[in-house]
Every structure is written in C-alpha cells, then in structure tokens.
C-alpha cells in the first residue's frame, strides 16, 4: 500500500475530503507549475514558437505510459463533451440504430447521442438500473440494432463497475462501436487498452489525474483517423512548427490524432500543471493507487454494513468509489450535518457517494462515521 500522501496537498488537517469524484484536490507541485506558468507570460520575449509544441508532446506521451496507449493516439480536450462530440461525429448513425447508455449516466455522454440520434432516426436504449450485476444488464441490452455504446466503466453515481472487456466482446459480435468515458477511473483503475480496443476514450483531467479544470484528453482509435476533427486549427496542420511558413495553407494534418487537437492546446498554465500531475501518478503507479484506495473502500463498506446500510459487494463496484444508500434515501440534513464538521461527501441520486483518494488516513473513515452515526 501506498503510504498517506496528504504531505503533497494543502488540506487542513480539521478538513475530510471525500470526494475526489467530484474535483480533486490540488497538489502542491501541480499548484507550483501553474504558478509559474502565469508568470511566464509576464516575459513573452522569452516564448520561443518551439514552446508551442514541447510541452504538449511531452505530456501526451506521459499520458499515452500511464493509460498504456500508444501516444500517436492521443488528443488534448477541454472538456468530456468536447470529447464525446468528437466520437460522435466520427460514428455514423442510420434509421433504426440505437446507441445504448446507462441509465442515470453523466449527462455529458448523453446529451450529443439523443442529438445524432434524432437527426438519424435512431434512438437511444438505457440500460435499466440495477443493485446487482450491471455488467450482465449492459450485456443483455446490447442488441444486433446496436450501433453505438456509449458507457463508463464505473458509475459515476455510485462506483458499480462494468466489466469493460466482456462489453468490447459483445460489441465486436454486434458490430457496435464502443465509446468508453473514464472520467471517474482514468489514474486509478487500470485497464488494457489493447485487448479492449475501444473506439474512442474520453477522460477530464481534474478528477482523478489530479490536473486542471477544463484540461482532458482522448485516445482515439486509428481507424478513426481519417475522421474530422470539431474544429480546424493552424496547429493541427502538417508543418506548423514553422511560424515563417503558416501563410502557406496546407490540407495535411499533424500525424496521429493530433488533428483532433483542441484549439490552443499549448495552453502555457493547464499544460504544465496537467504534467506536474500526471509525473506525479507516474511516480506511484496506478496499480499501486487502484490497490491502495481499495483498501479504503473496503473498510468504509464494512463500516456501511454495520450501521445497515446498503452497499455493493466488492465484485460489483469499483476500487475506488462507492455508494452508500440510506433506507429511505439520503436523509435531507445529513450532508449539511457533515458539512459542519468539514466532512464532504456528494449526494448523486439514491447514494452517499464516497471517494477517498491517498491523501485520506483511516482517520477520515473514523471521522465520516461518528458524524453518520450521530446524524442518524
């Protein structure tokens, strides 16, 4: 296990934080970099037009070890939408077929599909909810009218994971597309990129990879490599190192998936911090964090079951994130309750979600739980 390594973040000590989930805390070296990132433009003499692209490749490829992607595959985004509206700009919907999504799934990965879908005469199928196996329901759920599954490998509500390479293997009978949002596990569950071969992946930064808000990155799948881009920036383009020669407009691309680029994806403040972070994770291993939170998980949901309250089982969610339901829901003060002894959780549907990260101790756990037991 990983030691606590909350000496690497400003968190008071009086303060529990967890819920990573919802935006991670800052460390102090991503805080550094952005600092010196800021002061940077002060000298913009000092820029040189190399700077526009050093950084970038430098994190691509940091992001491409610990996703165990191959770099030319990588993309910059600044949000998950931006990512999703890429993926479906690139998958071809027609009359009839049906783009399959979780029930109660975060709305970014779903607003654009009930679009395409409209404008194609297909339609969306749920996957209905449920407290048991969520794999087998997504399973059932994709059909031969399947075109498109757009789906996490854990709920962001509540952690129920999915087991992702049965779902690439069903997709791959059906012909569907498999479009993965790691937003909440991407840095902290790992996953074989290669045997599961999805077509797009989409994660932000500012959750578990411990980076920046509005900083997020994408693999795409190089047969979507031909596909167009959202938009058309001068930095995408074949030979644009050369500031002298940008008048010469050219119709090649970048190589890789470079072409999918955000605009200004040099940003010279995001960029560093979203390094620092993922240096950071480099350092500990993702296996490492994955096995460490586990840890943590496991101790809340045996401290859940003792005050009865419901849980999954430790096959059905993941290592990291988990829900706590409350018999007759989430009682209307509790999160205030907590509050007040500076104890943060999030509330998402029918769940207490609860998302530790290595700067928790078991004294956050033995915190969170006096707090519950007295509200109750």
């Given at each position: 296990m990983i030691p606590s390594?909350?000496?690497?973040?400003?968190?008071?000590?009086?303060?529990?934080?967890?819920?990573?989930?919802?935006?991670?805390?800052?460390?102090?070296?991503?805080?550094?970099?952005?600092?010196?990132?800021?002061?940077?433009?002060?000298?913009?003499?000092?820029?040189m037009p190399q700077d526009f692209f050093t950084e970038s490749e430098l994190c691509r490829t940091l992001f491409a070890e610990i996703m165990g992607a191959d770099r030319e595959n990588v993309a910059f985004i600044p949000s998950a939408s931006y990512g999703i509206a890429v993926a479906a700009a690139n998958l071809k919907l027609k009359s009839g077929d049906e783009v399959v999504v979780l029930a109660e799934q975060f709305p970014s990965n779903y607003y654009v599909w009930k679009h395409v879908a409209n404008l194609a005469g297909a339609s969306i199928r749920t996957v209905p909810k449920t407290d048991s196996d969520t794999t087998a329901v997504v399973l059932d759920t994709i059909i031969e009218k399947t075109a498109i599954v757009a789906i996490p490998n854990c709920h962001w509500a509540d952690g129920a994971s999915i087991d992702i390479q049965s779902v690439s293997d069903r997709c791959a009978e059906v012909g569907a597309a498999l479009v993965l949002d790691l937003s909440q596990s991407a840095g902290v569950m790992s996953i074989d990129l290669d045997a599961v071969n999805p077509d797009f992946v989409i994660t932000v930064g500012y959750k578990w990879l411990l980076g920046p808000y509005s900083f997020g990155y994408m693999i795409i799948n190089k047969k979507h490599h031909d596909g167009p881009p959202l938009e058309y920036n001068w930095m995408?383009?074949?030979?644009?190192?050369?500031?002298?020669?940008?008048v010469l407009y050219r119709d090649a691309f970048q190589p890789g998936a470079r072409k999918f680029d955000v605009g200004e994806r040099s940003n010279f403040v995001l960029m560093p911090m979203a390094m620092a972070a993922l240096k950071q994770i480099s350092e500990w291993g993702v296996g490492n964090i994955e096995n460490s939170l586990s840890h943590f998980t496991d101790e809340i949901a045996k401290r859940a079951f003792d005050l009865g309250l419901t849980i999954r089982n430790k096959k059905q969610r993941a290592p990291h994130l988990l829900g706590i339901q409350f018999q007759n829901g989430v009682p209307n003060h509790l999160t205030e309750s907590l509050k007040r002894e500076n104890i943060y959780v999030s509330v998402r549907g029918n769940s207490m979600r609860i998302a530790p990260y290595l700067y928790n101790t078991n004294k956050d756990i033995d915190r969170l739980f006096s707090a519950i037991k007295q509200s109750l």
């Open positions: 390594q909350k000496h690497l973040f400003d968190i008071p000590n009086e303060v529990t934080y967890l819920n990573c989930a919802y935006l991670s805390p800052q460390l102090k070296s991503v805080q550094a970099a952005g600092i010196q990132g800021v002061s940077g433009k002060s000298s913009p003499w000092e820029l995408a383009r074949e030979n644009s190192e050369d500031f002298s020669d940008l």
